[in-house]
């Protein structure tokens, strides 16, 4: 959120206050961010008006907000999919098929809506593995994703548990996870690295590969990629397009291509 013009001036467990270091008229001062219960509470607050923006909608949503004044819908070019990660502790003939399954068509169509993903084509031939109910976790706006991934798996598919990203966190720092709902950085290529090289801080799963942090190292992204289908941490299921619904009165936002809210210290108001 441009943490360098900004500064903390008060938080709790729930909410941030953020002030611009140097005050800059016509520029947005002072940010408060609200994390709601649910993303369903953060909808209904801000088509009530009591938040100015939200990030990061289900495409479904926007309906309930297109013809409301006080509102502008705002899109970006998205880069990272929507994805399931896996538990490296599946047996990797597992992974192959279940990482086949969850990003074809039978899982996409059933949580996005029609041409929302880049995506196109793929199969619905992957047969599901046998063995124990999958568990997966979800946060944020993955819920239909998750769902979606429970149907496709059949008897396989487990408890969907939708929970605060500190909690999906926490779970996936012990371990206590099979799937897990995602947008793991993809773009740029050199990011790779943070999510799966093996010694990463920010390789949230545990995967480790020397064939992958070989290729990391070379900077080689088709050996990379090569290994991500050959020994999938990940299912890669919907690139789509960066969402936000914002104030009317903020005038030309503009979503950042890295982060959503990185460009929010330029976004300009009306005097």
Not at 11 to 33: M, P, S
Not at 112 to 139: F, H
Not at 173 to 189: I, K, N, S, Y
Request: net charge negative; glycine share 6%.
């Amino acid at each position: 959120m441009g943490s360098g013009p900004f500064a903390v001036a008060a938080k709790t467990g729930t909410e941030l206050h953020l002030v611009r270091r140097h005050a800059e008229a016509g520029r947005i001062n002072d940010v408060y961010v609200a994390a709601y219960a649910t993303p369903r509470d953060a909808f209904v607050h801000t088509l009530k008006g009591d938040a100015n923006a939200i990030v990061d909608l289900e495409s479904r949503w926007l309906e309930f907000f297109r013809g409301v004044p006080s509102l502008q819908i705002v899109r970006a070019a998205g880069h990272n999919a929507d994805a399931i990660m896996l538990n490296s502790k599946l047996a990797r003939t597992d992974r192959v098929l279940l990482a086949q399954l969850l990003a074809s068509p039978q899982v996409r169509d059933r949580a996005y809506a029609d041409a929302e993903c880049m995506e196109k084509g793929g199969t619905n031939q992957a047969p599901v593995p046998p063995g124990a109910p999958l568990r997966i976790l979800s946060w944020g706006p993955f819920e239909r994703l998750a769902l979606a991934a429970r149907r496709a798996l059949g008897e396989r598919g487990g408890d969907v548990a939708q929970l605060a990203p500190e909690e999906v966190l926490a779970r996936l720092r012990a371990g206590d996870f099979e799937m897990v709902t995602a947008r793991p950085l993809r773009w740029p290529l050199t990011l790779m690295a943070l999510v799966w090289r093996s010694d990463s801080p920010e390789n949230l799963t545990g995967y480790s590969n020397p064939e992958m942090d070989r290729a990391i190292d070379a900077r080689d992204w088709v050996a990379a990629n090569a290994v991500l289908r050959d020994d999938p941490p990940v299912a890669f299921i919907c690139t789509r397009d960066q969402l936000a619904v914002i104030d009317a009165r903020i005038k030309n936002p503009r979503l950042g291509p890295f982060e959503l809210l990185e460009t929010l210290p330029e976004w300009e108001t009306e005097q």
